[in-house]
């Protein structure tokens, strides 16, 4: 089995092309290198390589990079709007906003608004 630690961001690239067939998806190194060497495992029989790539993607989506900023539970978040004001209260399932919860601040922002905002920006909330 090949060292895959020595080689650089282009060579992985190349070597997972190579193995697998479809472009890496949007994960880190040290997971790039831990699929490589699991599917070279499962090309000698040690593992099945059935529903590698879609393991992968799915892993890939699941990871999202974004610092994320930190609200704690029950705190509220206040924001005028053409005038009315709005309040958001932070609860475990997400944001609830007229006893409607949202998985996401910009899921919020969009309903007050109507248009596709960032909710931390609109919010004010700092990372």
């Known amino acids: ?3 895959y630690t020595q080689l650089t961001a282009r060579e992985l690239e190349y070597k997972w092309l190579e193995l697998i ?4 998806p949007p994960i ?3 997971l790039i290198i831990k699929y490589l060497l699991w599917y070279e495992q499962a090309k000698h029989g040690k593992i ?3 529903g590698l790539f879609r393991e992968v993607a799915q892993a890939a989506k699941s990871i999202d990079k974004r610092p994320k900023a930190t609200l704690e539970i029950g ?4 924001r005028s709007y053409q005038g009315l004001k709005y309040e958001v209260e932070i609860v475990p ?6 006893h409607k919860t ?3 601040l910009s899921g919020v922002a969009r309903a007050i608004t109507g248009k596709s905002w960032n909710g ?8």
């Open 75 to 78: 705190s509220k978040l206040i």
């Open 1 to 3: 089995m090949q060292n």
């Open 28 to 30: 880190g190194r040290s």
């Open 93 to 98: 399932q997400g944001y609830l906003y007229r």
């Open 102 to 104: 949202y998985k996401s």
């Open 48 to 50: 099945s390589p059935l």
């Open 21 to 24: 067939g479809h472009p890496v």
């Open 120 to 127: 931390n920006i609109f919010f004010g909330v700092k990372k």
